[in-house]
């Protein structure tokens, strides 16, 4: 019996996972949003950074591809910085879900993110980050305390 060699599926899966955010493109060139090759590497390695940063474990890079699909049609996304915003906005979503210490859904809490990001933010990550989700994770983490620490 042989010994799988991780080395080579580490090797593998960066172009399986190019490949796949940049079937991403079907939808989001509807909205004149496209991601490179180059975009898409820089994409996984700063989602990489990411989860290292923030200490987690993430073996798909399925949320990233959830954000792309939801905040492709923001008007407030343009060609120019597509690929910035959505590494910072997958960054807020890690240090949202370290924040709330997982207890949102990831759909859930796209989903706000979408919400505020289009309408309050009006497509500012500062104030998506330091204002909005600050303060949902506040009040989570003051209702939390309420009740004792019981889920």
């Known amino acids: 019996m042989g010994f799988l060699d ?35 590497l820089e994409l996984i390695e700063a989602r990489n950074l990411t989860i290292q940063n923030y200490g987690r474990v993430e073996m798909g ?7 792309i699909s939801e905040f492709c049609s923001s008007p407030y996304i343009n060609a120019q910085d597509y690929t910035s915003t959505l590494n910072e906005l997958v960054d807020i979503f890690y240090y949202m879900k ?15 993110m979408k919400i505020y990001f289009n309408n309050s933010c009006r497509g500012s990550t500062d104030l998506l980050k330091n ?17 004792g620490g019981v889920d």
């Open 98 to 112: 370290n924040e709330t210490a997982d207890r949102i859904g990831d759909s859930e809490l796209i989903g706000l």
């Open 61 to 67: 890079i399925d949320v990233v591809k959830h954000i």
């Open 6 to 40: 991780i080395r080579s599926i580490t090797s593998i899966s960066p172009y399986i996972s190019i490949d796949e955010l940049l079937k991403t493109n079907d939808e989001s060139s509807k909205y004149g949003l496209l991601l490179s090759s180059q975009d898409a």
């Open 131 to 147: 204002r909005e989700l600050a303060l949902i994770a506040s009040i989570l983490k003051k209702s939390w305390d309420y009740a």
